[in-house]
């Protein structure tokens, strides 16, 4: 004797099940509301209709708004903050069509480009005194002795192909007259405090460290002999970009060009209040201290936005250029990814405020 | 901790009247009877090696703080509100997973587990799912779930539900078929037959994969935290790191532990008030 088979009642409910899962799957990621579609050469509207959402990855953006009262004149939107920033985060929202625009260096935009994932660049910043303040030294391990760019030949050192860090350590070879056989790259992906650790570990000889990557670093190592060098390589672009449907949406280029004007704001604001800002961002959202989020701060956290993009275009050009000779990826016009009908729009607010 | 007495101790009587108990008492080849708060004493000796360690040097406080900055980085992090907030997400989000995971999975079991057609739909795609990584799974999941909570919840929820239905299905085809024709002789009804037969029989692999499930919710919260949160125990650890604030993800490891430890507790608590009809080495 066994039991019986089950009843058919009980495989509809299990069918029934499993179409409520999946169907739970399918209306997760969706996206309410798609505009009427905008060609790439029309003017940008001014109208917004009611129910325009804005979802954006832009998580200083939404401090600072929120901190000075910006944020109350946002009008005829909504804005859906995400607290997403970096390429690979970025561009898996996009894919997923969970995410309108995300702030990045200029390294994610051309690996969304070679793996298919069409972006359009809106506004960029750079910092104002890049050689000064880079956001990346190379940390070099206790063991190593490494004290100037002549000295990286034969060295082992942390290489990340899709990020800034990567395309850093190119052009840092190259401006030392090296190629990549002269060095040993080890690919490691920079995430959180990878390159730190690997560094301290004595794995690799050298690996780029930002911000308070590097001062941590330097705090916990230095009396084993952890040292860094400056690259003397400009690496301030940082940019927000995102899929070209976001910007092909009428509604949403309509609310995106309302929303860079109080971007500009904000940012405006952030000069003006820097201690204000350090306790906002740094250490309320970042958890950081007061005293190292100022050294963040003042160090590689200063921005400024550049009427006109095309020193900018220039020099993401050169980066891409390395790219496709160091990495033998696919030939790219930089200038198709920008997207200028916002560049007089940012100029506009630019002199709105002064 | 098997105890040998051979002699089985006369209560009450003084040296000088003390007789041997000729009774014969045989030696006990169970672990004996139970010890209570036996789970912290493990975790309280490795607390003592870890204090040990650091105060002699022998660890490095770059690579695993102290234990006594840990608890400073602690209060401080309370003081903040931080670690609170960061709890209450989390087991918000874990419990959320756990409940989903749990439903489904024990229904799913039972489909699976009482139908050849369930099992022949809902095995395949369950050990699929069982050997593929959450974390390979993310970018996925992200796809079709967007990055907001929907796709955290479920997220968990799956891990939790591999572990029920594994270890429930495996103990209600454990059970003894002689039940099943003591059923079929009383013509039990189907539900009848679920609900006295199989429940009961299945709650031991149900509870065992419960044990397991409740980890598995804690493991995936670092993973699903990672992405598009703004707090939670796995943001704390991603953004401490991305700073290099050591102490902080030791912090977040200890509370990881402790709430391990505690939802483990709880479930075996549980198990032995929900078992309290077994007669086996646990029990006795």
Redo the contacts between chains.
């Keep these: 004797?066994?039991?019986?088979?089950?009843?058919a009642r009980?495989?509809v409910?299990?069918a029934v099940?499993a179409t409520l899962?999946l169907g739970?799957?399918?209306c997760?990621?969706?996206d309410a509301g798609k505009g009427p579609k905008l060609a790439a050469n029309a003017a940008l509207p001014d109208k917004i209709p009611d129910g325009t959402v804005l979802r954006l990855?832009i998580p200083n953006a939404e401090v600072a708004l929120k901190t000075s009262g910006l944020i109350d004149e946002v009008e005829g939107y909504d804005i859906e903050w995400?607290?997403?920033s970096g390429g690979p985060?970025s561009i898996?929202?996009f894919?997923?069509?969970?995410?309108d625009a995300s702030i990045v260096a200029d390294i994610p935009p051309l690996f969304a480009t070679w793996t298919d994932t069409p972006v359009k660049i809106v506004a960029v910043t750079e910092n104002p005194d890049p050689l000064e303040n880079p956001i990346y030294e190379l940390g070099v391990s206790p063991k190593s002795k490494v004290t100037s760019l002549k000295d990286l030949k034969g060295k082992k050192i942390a290489y990340s192909p899709g990020q800034a860090q990567g395309a850093l350590v190119l052009k840092t070879l190259e401006a030392a007259g090296l190629t990549q056989k002269d060095v040993e790259l080890v690919e490691i992906q920079s995430v959180?405090?990878t390159f730190?650790n690997a560094l301290?570990a004595n794995q690799v000889d050298v690996a780029p460290l930002g911000g308070?990557?590097l001062t941590?670093?330097l705090a916990?190592?230095e009396r084993d002999g952890a040292t860094s060098i400056r690259t003397g390589i400009r690496d301030d672009a940082t940019l927000i970009y995102g899929p070209e449907e976001t910007f092909e949406d009428a509604n949403k280029a309509a609310a995106f060009k309302h929303f860079l004007g109080l971007w500009v704001k904000a940012e405006k604001w952030i000069d003006e209040h820097p201690d204000e800002w350090v306790k906002a961002y740094y250490v309320d959202h970042?958890?950081?201290s007061f005293k190292?989020g100022k050294k963040v701060f003042e160090s590689s956290g200063q921005t400024l936005i550049p009427p006109s993009w095309d020193g900018f275009i220039k020099r993401h050009q050169e980066t891409a250029d390395i790219l496709v000779k160091e990495q033998d990826q696919p030939q790219i016009d930089v200038e198709d990814l920008y997207d200028r009908r916002y560049e007089p729009v940012v100029a506009e607010a630019l002199k709105g405020g002064q | 901790m098997a105890t040998t007495a051979v002699e089985a101790p006369v209560v009450g009587a003084t040296p000088a009247q003390k007789k041997t108990d000729k009774r014969v008492v045989r030696r006990r080849l169970g672990p004996g009877p139970r010890i209570p708060g036996t789970l912290w004493i493990g975790p309280l000796l490795l607390l003592g090696l870890w204090a040990l360690a650091s105060a002699t040097g022998v660890l490095d406080p770059?690579t695993l703080s102290e234990p006594w900055v840990v608890v400073e980085t602690a209060q401080q992090l309370i003081a903040d509100g931080?670690l609170q907030d960061a709890l209450a997400t989390s087991a918000y989000r874990a419990s959320l997973g756990l409940v989903i995971g749990v439903g489904?999975g024990l229904?799913?079991a039972l489909?699976s587990g009482?139908?050849?057609?369930?099992e022949a739909?809902?095995d395949g795609p369950v050990q699929v799912k069982r050997a593929i990584p959450s974390l390979a799974l993310m970018?996925l999941l992200?796809?079709?779930?967007?990055?907001?909570e929907?796709?955290k919840v479920?997220t968990i929820a799956l891990g939790v539900l591999i572990p029920i239905y594994i270890h429930t299905h495996n103990g209600l085809r454990g059970i003894d078929?002689r039940y099943?024709?003591l059923a079929?002789t009383v013509s039990l009804g189907?539900g009848a037959?679920v609900r006295h037969v199989v429940l009961p029989g299945a709650t031991p692999g149900f509870l065992l994969g419960l044990r397991f499930a409740v980890l598995n919710a804690l493991l995936s919260l670092v993973v699903v935290e990672q992405?598009?949160?703004?707090s939670g125990i796995g943001h704390?650890i991603?953004?401490?790191?991305?700073?290099?604030?050591t102490e902080?993800i030791v912090v977040g490891l200890v509370v990881y532990a402790l709430l391990g430890l505690v939802a483990d507790g709880i479930v075996r608590f549980i198990e032995r008030k929900a078992l309290a009809w077994r007669r086996t080495l646990e029990s006795h």
């Design positions: 004797m066994t039991i019986r088979p089950t009843s009980l495989t409910v299990a099940l899962l739970v799957t399918a997760g990621g969706a990855g995400a607290n997403i985060q898996e929202a894919r997923a069509d969970a995410l959180d405090d730190a301290a308070t990557q941590s670093y916990k190592y970042e958890g950081l190292d | 770059r931080r489904v229904v799913l489909l009482l139908s050849r057609v369930g739909v809902i970018p992200i796809l079709w779930l967007g990055i907001g929907p796709m479920i078929s099943a024709e079929e189907r037959f992405v598009n949160a703004t704390m991603t953004l401490a790191s991305s700073y290099g604030q902080i």
